[in-house]
């Protein structure tokens, strides 16, 4: 295999994945075949099976770049306590880092592996930073029950609300989902910093 730091191997990753995203525009997970990938992205299969095993690795690789950047990405959101004043501008630079990956998330979202499926993957990442959050905010451990339905309803709007400001694609789609969570959740239940 060759070294993941040579330009030419990265070029020809993102030329792959970038091709494997474009595809998935079109075409269920399950219809796409190396051959599409190979012609799609102009390479042969030596250069394609230098990287990769085979479309599932690929996918999972991808999705595993995406959970990570979206893991990064809620940890700086959560970072420190938000104030109401703060939150807007905070939910504002989460959603900007995730906009980078907007194509291949909304992608990789119809692609169900053995051992990645983005959304649940996301879900999950969601209610255990959230159900860290509620621990913090509110000083003490909820009961179990209590944090599981909030941690879950969190996590259903929270990912509902990205998939689509993803499908929107635009600053004003960010506006929207800041504007509603800013003005419409009560305190007690979804604190200020809720996102």
């Not at 060759?2 to 995203?21: G, Q, W």
């Not at 796409?32 to 394609?48: G, M, P, R, Y």
């Not at 009961?143 to 339905?149: K, T």
Request: aromatic content about 12%; overall charge positive.
């Amino acid at each position: 295999m060759s070294n993941s730091k040579d330009l030419r191997v990265i070029k020809t990753k993102t030329t792959i994945e970038r091709a494997f995203i474009s595809l998935l525009k079109n075409k269920s997970f399950e219809r796409i075949t190396v051959q599409n990938i190979l012609d799609e992205a102009l390479i042969n299969h030596k250069t394609f099976y230098a990287h990769y095993a085979d479309k599932y690795q690929l996918a999972d690789i991808i999705s595993e770049n995406l959970i990570n950047k979206f893991q990064l990405a809620l940890t700086k959101r959560f970072k420190k306590p938000v104030l109401p004043t703060d939150s807007s501008a905070s939910m504002r630079t989460f959603y900007l880092t995730i906009f980078k990956d907007r194509e291949a998330m909304l992608a990789m979202f119809k692609v169900k592996t053995n051992n990645h499926y983005l959304w649940d993957d996301l879900m999950d990442i969601l209610k255990s930073t959230y159900h860290d959050h509620l621990t913090f905010i509110t000083k003490s451990e909820p009961s179990h029950l209590e944090a599981d339905y909030l941690c879950l309803s969190y996590a259903v709007l929270a990912l509902n609300s990205i998939q689509w400001a993803l499908t929107i694609g635009t600053s004003e789609a960010i506006d929207t989902v800041i504007r509603a969570y800013s003005n419409s959740l009560p305190a007690p239940l979804w604190p200020p910093s809720n996102f």
